[in-house]
Every structure is written in C-alpha cells, then in structure tokens.
C-alpha cells in the first residue's frame, strides 16, 4: 500500500538549499522513499531514474549528501545526511530524528480534528436545545429603539465566527511553507468564504516540496491567497530529468520504466 512522507519546513531551511537542484532533489527522493527504519534500497541507476537524474548528477549528489557538512544544522555523523550501510542500500542518517517529528506533527493534528469534532457536536447541541426568547422593542420618535439584549447577541455571533476564522488560519500558516507577511496573509484570509479557506488548508502542504522540486520561487502568503493558488496544480514531475535547467535530456533516455 502506498505510504506518503511528511515534508517539515525546517528541510527547507537546512544548507542543503545552497546546492544544485540535482543534489537537493536526489535529498528529497531519499527523505519520501525511506522506509520505516530509514533505509532506501536500489541499484545507483534504478535510484537515478526513479528520482529523474542522470547517472553523473546521482553520483555527485551521493558524493555531498555522504560527505560531511561543517554547515549543517545537526552535528549528527559530521552533518552527514545519508551512509551507504550495504549493497545498494543507503540510510538516512537523522531518520529517528525525522521519524520522531513525523509522529508529534499527526498527533498534533489528530488533536486539532478531535477538538475541532467536538465543538462542532457541542455547537450542533447547543443550537437544538435553545429556547429563543421573544424580544420586545421599544421605539423612540424616530422609531430606531432596540432592546439591548439583541445586539449583544449579534455581537457575541459574530466574536465566535471571527474566533473559527482565527483558529483555521493558524493551521493553514502552520502547514504554509513560506512564513512572512503573516499580517497581510491574515488579512487576506478574511476575505475568503469558508469552503476556499478549507481548500487552502488542505493545499498548503503541498507547496513547499513543489517548489523545491520544481525551483521555483515560493510566494507569499497574502499573494498566494488573494491569487487563489489553491487551485493550482501541484502534482511534482516524476520523469523529467536535469541537465542543468529544467527539461528534459533526451541525449540519455532512461531505459527503466518507474
């Protein structure tokens, strides 16, 4: 059964976004194909046609992910980010580290769904079992007098509505890759309607991993909200291959089929 790989912000962060995009999507294959114990198996050319690389580029993106970086954000095994442990069988050397954050991020959010589940059931409750009382309106000469009961109660619908619209950007700017203009994005939030606010939601993740795959450069949030790039495809290329730019090397088709 296919599995799927949580991709954390701080991968984006790391020195390994100074290198040539070969290197960093040769990273990126090896971070989503490990399996539970950290290990990626295949032959050097299978791995480099799985991942849309010539054999050249593979070999020189093993060679820096292998070595020791003094640059790197954990001092684990010289900074080293992968180690051949066999033959044709690599490790991923922070796996447990990786593994560890993976599992605090879906308890986290399987938190946020239960508490999410259960206001919504106490709300639904609450709607079904209240009496509404009758209200009586006292009018001055102009005729605009109104009980103050009333427009409290508009006031205190309306603070819950802004709370909802609050508590569902923190978790799209969690998951948003690009974290600036936090302020403005939230403006821009706002203005949505609340089925293109769970859209962005459940997009936001897949944005930074196209980014790095494809090179392109990450927008803000303000913009990619008011832009409603949610509705943009991010499906990441699985055959193209590097020869420098982005496109296709035609002068060394792949013989494998993946």
């Given at each position: 059964?296919?599995?799927?790989?949580?991709?954390?912000?701080?991968?984006?962060?790391?020195?390994?976004?100074?290198?040539?995009i070969?290197?960093?999507?040769?990273?990126?294959?090896?971070?989503?194909?490990?399996?539970?114990n950290g290990?990626?198996?295949?032959?050097?050319?299978?791995?480099?046609?799985?991942?849309?690389?010539?054999?050249?580029q593979?070999?020189?993106?093993?060679?820096?992910?292998?070595?020791?970086?003094?640059?790197?954000?954990?001092?684990?095994?010289?900074?080293?980010?992968?180690?051949?442990?066999?033959?044709?069988?690599?490790?991923?050397?922070?796996?447990?580290?990786?593994?560890?954050?993976?599992?605090?991020?879906?308890?986290?959010?399987?938190?946020?769904?239960?508490?999410?589940?259960?206001?919504?059931k106490?709300?639904?409750?609450?709607?079904?079992?209240?009496?509404?009382?009758?209200?009586?309106v006292?009018?001055?000469?102009?005729?605009?007098?109104?009980?103050?009961?009333?427009?409290?109660?508009?006031?205190?619908?309306?603070?819950?509505?802004?709370?909802?619209?609050?508590?569902?950007?923190?978790?799209?700017?969690?998951?948003?890759s690009?974290?600036?203009?936090?302020?403005?994005?939230?403006?821009?939030?706002?203005?949505?309607?609340?089925?293109?606010?769970?859209?962005?939601?459940?997009?936001?993740p897949?944005?930074?991993?196209?980014?790095?795959?494809?090179?392109?450069?990450?927008?803000m949030?303000?913009?990619?909200l008011?832009?409603?790039?949610?509705?943009?495809?991010?499906?990441?290329?699985?055959k193209?291959?590097?020869?420098?730019?982005?496109?296709?090397?035609?002068?060394?088709?792949?013989?494998?089929?993946?």
């Amino acid at each position: 059964m296919d599995e799927f790989a949580l991709v954390f912000n701080s991968l984006f962060m790391s020195s390994i976004m100074e290198k040539d995009i070969h290197i960093r999507w040769v990273w990126m294959g090896f971070v989503v194909d490990r399996d539970k114990n950290g290990e990626v198996y295949g032959t050097d050319r299978a791995l480099a046609g799985r991942w849309g690389v010539s054999m050249p580029q593979f070999a020189d993106a093993l060679h820096v992910l292998s070595g020791p970086d003094s640059d790197s954000t954990s001092d684990k095994d010289e900074g080293r980010r992968i180690r051949k442990i066999g033959n044709n069988r690599w490790l991923v050397v922070n796996h447990e580290e990786y593994r560890s954050s993976e599992q605090y991020a879906r308890q986290k959010e399987q938190g946020k769904l239960r508490q999410q589940a259960k206001r919504d059931k106490d709300r639904n409750a609450s709607s079904r079992s209240v009496t509404i009382p009758s209200v009586s309106v006292s009018c001055d000469g102009d005729g605009d007098g109104m009980k103050k009961g009333e427009s409290e109660g508009g006031t205190k619908q309306q603070s819950k509505s802004d709370k909802k619209t609050l508590e569902r950007f923190e978790i799209f700017w969690e998951r948003f890759s690009h974290k600036h203009g936090r302020k403005q994005a939230l403006k821009a939030w706002k203005t949505l309607k609340v089925e293109d606010q769970q859209k962005a939601v459940e997009v936001a993740p897949q944005v930074g991993p196209w980014c790095l795959a494809t090179d392109t450069s990450r927008k803000m949030g303000q913009g990619w909200l008011n832009d409603r790039r949610w509705e943009d495809d991010y499906t990441i290329p699985q055959k193209k291959r590097f020869d420098g730019r982005w496109g296709r090397d035609d002068s060394e088709p792949s013989k494998l089929d993946f």
